[in-house]
């Protein structure tokens, strides 16, 4: 089929856009191909700004508006990221050990698109499989989707989570898919409709750019974990505000003992807490610690292997690549809420 030539000029331009660093790796052991993305303009994610801004700055209160707005407003907050992901721990909460550890620290990158009414209707199709997401031929559902945007299909040791959720400004209407592909302009997209992520089929926790170039990120924040070594299977493996843990887990494959170490569990970091204790040196962390403090994360879906996972978009994870060795201290000293 023909492109329209402005489609076509529109191709060209785009084959260098936002090449985010292709080092950084994504959730099951993928590697990151950057995809094409004009709807989504934000600034420069360049650092210098950063060193000048107070990284505890107030918030603004979210009362009187959701996170769909706020997020077609600044970006500060993705577009589902709303009802329990913004509840602040109570100061009655009590703390146990979690015994965390990991290999490494990597990015479950998360795409928040934004769309409007002028879009055309995509059709969704059930990913084909797991290891290839193009080709399924079961009809979904239809979707509003920008006609440029392009995410790359999975392939041999390379099979991201990518979580993606839309949001219309017309309609201010959010929806999410999870293990989501669409190979070129103007084909189907491919994903399944169970939340962004989908062990837990829960949806947003992830970290935008836009907060942390403010200095404040004012949710909870989602984690993944490697489930064989520290998930437990008890009552399903999952705990709300999970809805599901994932098809494949037993008593094998989510493995912990601690009962209350499950998907869904909630985590968060010592009201005591602080850089210094931690031993982190990135400025660009201290608003991850605070958010951790004041909000906590959640456990949304297994890393599959000896790392874990921060929930975060492109762009805000290129800002935290340098960090990676601070964010492994931040995991190691996260407890579980209890109470």
């Known amino acids: 089929m023909l492109l329209r030539s402005s489609y076509a ?3 060209l331009l785009l084959c260098g856009f936002i090449d985010y660093t292709r080092s950084i790796l994504t959730a099951n052991h993928a590697a990151w191909s950057s995809p094409v993305h004009l709807s989504l303009s934000d600034s420069s994610s360049d650092l210098s700004k950063f060193q000048t801004e107070n990284p505890l700055i107030s918030q603004i209160s979210p009362s009187d508006r959701s996170s769909a707005e706020i997020f077609l407003r600044d970006r500060t907050i993705s577009p589902a990221t709303d009802g329990f992901w913004r509840e602040r721990l109570p100061a009655t909460v009590q703390y146990e050990p979690a015994n965390l550890d990991a290999a490494g620290a990597l990015f479950d990158l998360n795409y928040n698109v934004i769309t409007s009414n002028r879009d055309p209707l995509t059709d969704v199709y059930v990913p084909a499989s797991w290891a290839r997401r193009v080709g399924g031929t079961q009809w979904l559902a239809q ?4 006609m440029t945007f392009v995410l790359p299909d999975a392939g041999f040791n390379n099979t991201p989570n990518n979580p993606l959720c839309t949001v219309n400004r017309d309609t201010k209407q959010t929806q ?8 070129s302009i103007g084909s189907p997209l491919y994903a399944y409709n169970s939340g962004s992520h989908g062990g837990s089929g829960l949806s947003g926790g992830d970290i935008t750019d836009a907060a942390l170039r403010r200095g404040n990120i004012e949710h909870a924040i989602g984690i993944l974990v ?9 009552n399903g493996g999952f705990t709300a505000p999970a809805v599901r843990a994932d098809n494949y887990a037993n008593a094998e ?9 499950v998907m869904g569990s909630r985590l968060a970091l010592s009201p005591d807490a602080t850089p210094e204790s931690l031993g982190i040196s990135c400025r660009i962390l201290f608003p991850v610690i605070q958010a951790l403090k004041q909000y906590g994360a959640y456990i949304v879906d297994d890393s599959g292997w000896d790392v874990f996972y921060l929930s975060t978009n492109p762009r805000a994870a ?22």
């Open 176 to 183: 999410c898919f999870n293990s989501a592909a669409r190979p």
């Open 9 to 11: 000029i529109a191709a």
């Open 226 to 234: 490697w489930a064989r070594r520290l998930l437990s299977f008890h």
């Open 143 to 146: 979707v509003r989707f920008p």
């Open 318 to 339: 290129q800002m935290l690549q340098p960090c990676r060795d601070d964010l492994l201290k931040i995991y190691r000293a996260l407890k579980i809420v209890t109470g």
């Open 253 to 261: 494959t989510y493995g912990g003992k601690n009962d209350n170490l």
